[in-house]
């Protein structure tokens, strides 16, 4: 029993082996081409891109916030609503603030009216200062014809003693008068200074009262409504935003804030055409131009990663992009995709990128190993493999620029050589002067065509590296 199973084994595998052997070298027993797809190289455009994530926003956004605190007494306006720049988008209660201004006017009054009795006071002193110096001047008179009598013997001391006292004592009277009145007119430019700052508060209580009209400064659309009638709202400070009742935006021109990654913000620039995909709107792609690129890194405190609440990790920086959105409204805050087109090269050979292979230096055919594409100093030697009469030749090209789907051959190929390129599987197992056979033709776009991938990519890398 156990020698005829081994006898069954035995027979069966030779009949794997032969039908192996069959298949691989036919009836004939020569080996069968590998099969392969052929496509001529042409030439074309080819546009280097950079790909960010982004999410849309009205190019013009206002906040409206509280200039002081009150509470929220009415709201003419639905979020959703169409407002024009004047219109009143949210009043307040103005009670307290009306009585401050009552209480600052009345105050400034008061002050005035202080201000004007004590003109009154300083005219009152003038005048009596006026009558005290006739007073000292008559009582001088009188001293020195006292004294004049006195020495002629006609008066006796006493008199010429009371003459004195009374013209001394006039004379300090005038004095004290004089410095009070100095006084007095110091502090009428006091008395200035605080109907001044009373003016002042004035207008501030003033202006206080007309932040309780909030209207709106520009054209646009109520995105979002915060506050409720009712609500009190705070203003401000160094460390609180403050209160943010709503939002108006202009949804006519929208623009992408794209996160470009630092390895690429380089090749963006101003004026950069761009393809903008937004998840909305799946089976539209949206023109846009590059506006603005900023010269700093973005708050990574402040900014998350389009997609899911995760703290973004690396550095990006943000370039706007305004879209065309041919007159229709764009919701705000809807993710997107945008491609900036950085560079466009044009009328060069381009071959799909899957037919650029690396080979080990070492396994070259001396043949193709002293071609001028070949750099001896890399371990790894970019190769394409043209189509000669039913073999695969290998030959050495030189590359730059590509992107997902093409790389640009600078040289190495021209224009009518036939290149295999594909299927896949096949390709990393090609060998010089191996022998295929071309597959019946099909539809495939030719690299003639002009590359529209969408995938990012800068320059396109080599399969080349350094020994």
């Known amino acids: 029993m156990k020698i005829l199973i081994a006898v069954l084994v035995a027979v069966g595998i030779l009949g794997t082996g032969i039908t192996v052997a069959v298949m691989k070298y036919g009836s004939s027993g020569k080996v069968e081409a590998t099969s392969v797809r052929v496509e001529p190289v042409g030439r074309g455009d080819l546009i280097e891109i950079v790909s960010a994530p982004g999410q849309v926003q009205p190019k013009t956004k206002v906040q409206i916030a509280a200039r002081v605190a009150a509470r929220i007494q009415e709201l003419p306006f639905e979020e959703g609503a169409q407002v024009k720049a004047g219109d009143v988008l949210v009043r307040l209660d103005a009670t307290e603030l009306e009585a401050q201004l009552k209480g600052t006017q009345a105050r400034a009054a008061g002050q005035k009216a202080q201000l004007e009795e004590a003109k009154a006071r300083v005219r009152a002193q003038e005048a009596t200062i006026e009558a005290s110096r006739v007073m000292l001047i008559d009582a001088q008179r009188d001293q020195k014809r006292q004294e004049e009598l006195f020495k002629d013997g006609y008066v006796a ?26 006084a007095t007119k110091l502090n009428l430019v006091v008395l200035q200074h605080q109907i001044d700052a009373a003016d002042a508060e004035i207008v501030r209580a003033k202006d206080n009262l007309a932040y309780t009209t909030i209207a709106s400064p520009i054209d646009g659309i109520i995105t979002r409504l915060n506050g409720k009638v009712g609500e009190l709202v705070v203003t401000g400070t160094m460390n609180n935003q403050g ?225």
């Open 157 to 182: 001391p006493a008199i010429v003693e009371a003459a004195q006292a009374k013209a001394g004592n006039l004379e300090q009277q005038l004095n004290s008068s004089s410095r009070q009145l100095e």
């Open 243 to 467: 209160t943010v009742i709503l939002e108006v935006s202009d949804l006519s021109e929208m623009q992408v804030d794209a996160q470009v990654d630092e390895s690429n913000i380089a090749a963006v620039k101003d004026g950069q055409k761009s393809k903008v995909r937004i998840a909305a709107y799946q089976d539209e792609t949206f023109d846009g131009v590059v506006k603005l690129v900023a010269l700093d890194t973005a708050d990574q405190r402040a900014n998350q990663q389009f997609g899911g609440g995760s703290q973004m990790q690396g550095k990006w920086y943000r370039a706007r992009v305004v879209l065309d959105t041919k007159g229709r409204r764009i919701p705000a805050g809807l993710s997107a995709d945008v491609d900036i087109e950085t560079q466009v090269h044009t009328n060069v050979i381009k071959v799909p990128t899957q037919a650029v292979m690396g080979r080990p230096l070492e396994e070259l055919p001396a043949s193709v190993k002293d071609k001028p594409e070949v750099d001896k100093d890399k371990t790894l030697v970019t190769v394409v493999f043209r189509y000669e009469n039913g073999k695969a030749v290998m030959t050495p090209v030189t590359i730059s620029a590509g992107d997902m789907t093409h790389t640009v051959i600078e040289k190495g190929l021209k224009d009518g050589d036939r290149i295999i390129t594909g299927p896949y599987k096949v390709l990393p197992g090609l060998k010089d002067a191996q022998e295929v056979k071309e597959q019946a033709a099909t539809t495939q776009p030719t690299a003639a065509t002009k590359s529209t991938t969408t995938k990012p990519t800068t320059k396109a890398a080599a399969p080349d590296a350094d020994s």
